[in-house]
């Protein structure tokens, strides 16, 4: 990806939407922290909002919004989900499901965040902004799933090498058993060829040691 399209991400996932309706105290409180970028103090404001109305849009989308911020993307995405099922806005929808792509493209769950900014798209079509984040999620994407495939081609090659290696390696050990084993065998037979010799030896000794002296004739 060109610097380019590394500026422009960044630009467009930075763009969090913030919803400030007739709320509770600590949401509005919330707001204001949020927009001093005191994000931990705000998430706890939202949290507040929350405890007394839990259906809460702007609670839950904001919260999502300061956790984001502190790159806690995984709570972050749970907060969208919940606001974009607490309200009929369509405008407010767009805005969850927007952000939530957001929070996956950070995770790089793109196939998932290409499903996210096509839910917001169906909410707001002419949200050039979530166009964009889509098109390069897509290709994201792609690149992703490119380099999975190379990532598992080599683990295939270096996979087909180690068993090459591993028959070389058997084939090279079965030809050296084969060795000892002829070695022994041998060894077994010279041993086997020196003792008959030497119960051939003992056994002439005995014959000769059998034999009668020899009488000279009387004459």
Known sequence: ????????????????????????????????????????????????????????????????????????????????????????NKKQIAAAFHNLGNALMEEKQYEKSIEAYKQSLKSNPKDDETRYNLAVAQYMLRQQQQQQQQQQQNKDDKQKENDQQQKNNDNQQQKQNEKQKMDRDQAEQILQAIEQDERDVQEKRKIKMGQKAKVEKEW
């Open 1 to 88: 990806m060109n610097m380019r399209y590394k500026i422009l991400i960044i630009l467009s996932l930075c763009s969090i939407y913030i919803y400030a309706q007739k709320e509770s105290k600590s949401v509005k409180e919330g707001n204001k922290l949020y927009e001093a970028q005191k994000f931990t103090e705000a998430q706890k404001k939202y949290e507040e909002g929350i405890s007394r109305n839990a259906d809460s849009y702007s609670a839950n989308f904001n919260l999502g919004n300061a956790l984001y911020r502190q790159k806690k993307f995984n709570e972050a995405y749970d907060k969208y989900v919940k606001a974009s099922s607490v309200t009929k």
